[in-house]
């Protein structure tokens, strides 16, 4: 690699330090939603950055941030090297989680721009919007909405965690900038993320390429029985629908573990109606997921999990329903991609290590339009998802050098071929500069 194109670990670091400031919580964590005013903060602060680093900022139909610059090439029809990961958390997040990816790509620009060097295929950096589940129930959904892999209709209908549509959040969605969209012509997706499992750090590697990301399936489940008082109603003449819920959240993670790695199951939320402790629960509503690298895994454990809901269903005298399920398959990454990252890992010093992510991340979703990679970096004990969410900051700087490294590998190859975006999606409304105050 040219050494006059060189990441700065200094600003690096101070700069996911002062985005984790946004959304920031006294524990220490992050609480930054899509949408909300502090993603809209965080995407006018970056772009500052992106500016810096010789990008064009602008905001997408969908939220999306993105920073662009032309390549010596472009006027031949070179498509964009085009690198990214999402700004939004879920509650009580880390810094790293998302973050990393996007600041670290900025800093991959600015290495190349402050170095005199001029790549010769565009560069595009995004930010995307709505990556986690919680906000709106469905993962990664900026970025399924920009590949075609979500309609219109049916984002704008979803209703997200504050109770509004996404079609009225980002009508509000305010964040100065111009409007504009990804370039077209990709070829190829790059993303540095913290592994955020144990597998980099129990081992001790400090950065790896990745294979496969993960499939998820997931749903929302509800178990209604019948509210009665707690102190008059026999036992034997309840219809409690918290026992129902209690041991389905057993029988999910008997599943997973019947199935064994890399399956996973987890019930993440309960919501118990009426709520009090003198009263029955007569309703609750669960949301469920279950993981795996194994395509098969995930439909056998989908309908086993809905044969035992008939069962407890039965059992318990309970009305089990199930919400359709969000099924994403395993995303295998390009093997070339793969190979690039690898002798860009052994060129900053280090043994080239591959792992599979048990992690979904936006780039399962580019992989639909373009050949897409990632590179990991630990999570020191493998926290994510927590205030606790760390990794060690020369862990950070050496996974933006092979991210820097990776780009000018591939740039040198000559020219990509050329994987064309979906045409842009019907235009969601966005507020203007003037519409200061975002509402939430």
Known sequence: MDRAAMVRPDRLASRLEELSRIGGTPGGGVSRFPYSKEHAEAVRLVAGWMEEAGLKPCCDALGNLIGTS??????????????????????????FDGALGVVAAVE??????????????????VGFA???????????????????????????????????????A?????????????????????????????????????VAAVSVITGIVRTTVTITGEANHAGTTPMSQRRDALVGAAEFVLAARSLATQLGPPAVGTVGALLVRPGASNVVPGDVEMMVEFRSHD??????????????????GQRENLVCRVDSWDLRDPVPLDQNIQEVVSIAIRGAGHEPRVVPSGAGHDAMVMAQCAPAGMVF??????????????????????????????????????????RTLPEPPERLEIGTYSDREVRR
């Open 130 to 168: 709505a990556e986690e589940a919680y906000a709106y129930g469905v993962g990664a959904l900026a970025s399924r909405c920009l590949v075609g892999g979500l309609s219109r209709s049916r984002c704008s209908d979803l209703v997200g965690y504050d109770g509004r549509t996404l079609g009225t």
């Open 170 to 206: 980002i009508a509000s969605f305010t964040t100065g900038l111009l409007s504009g969209c990804l370039p077209r012509a990709i070829g190829v997706y790059l993303e540095l993320h913290a592994e955020q499992g144990p597998v980099l750090w129990k081992a001790g590697w400090r």
């Open 108 to 125: 991959v620009a600015a290495a190349i721009h402050e170095g005199g060097l001029r790549l010769g295929h565009p560069l595009s950096i």
């Open 377 to 418: 970096v630990p999570s020191i004990g493998g926290v994510s998802h927590s205030p606790r969410e760390r990794t060690d900051w020369d862990d950070v700087a050496l996974g933006a050098e092979v991210l820097l490294r990776t780009v000018m590998l591939l740039d040198g190859q000559g020219r990509l071929p050329v």
């Open 70 to 95: 032309e390549g010596s090439r472009s006027q031949e029809g070179w498509p964009s090297i085009v690198l990214g990961s999402h700004l939004d958390t879920v509650p009580e997040g880390g810094i």
């Open 295 to 312: 395509a098969a895994h995930l439909r056998s454990i989908r309908d086993r999990a809905e044969e035992c809901l008939g069962t407890i």
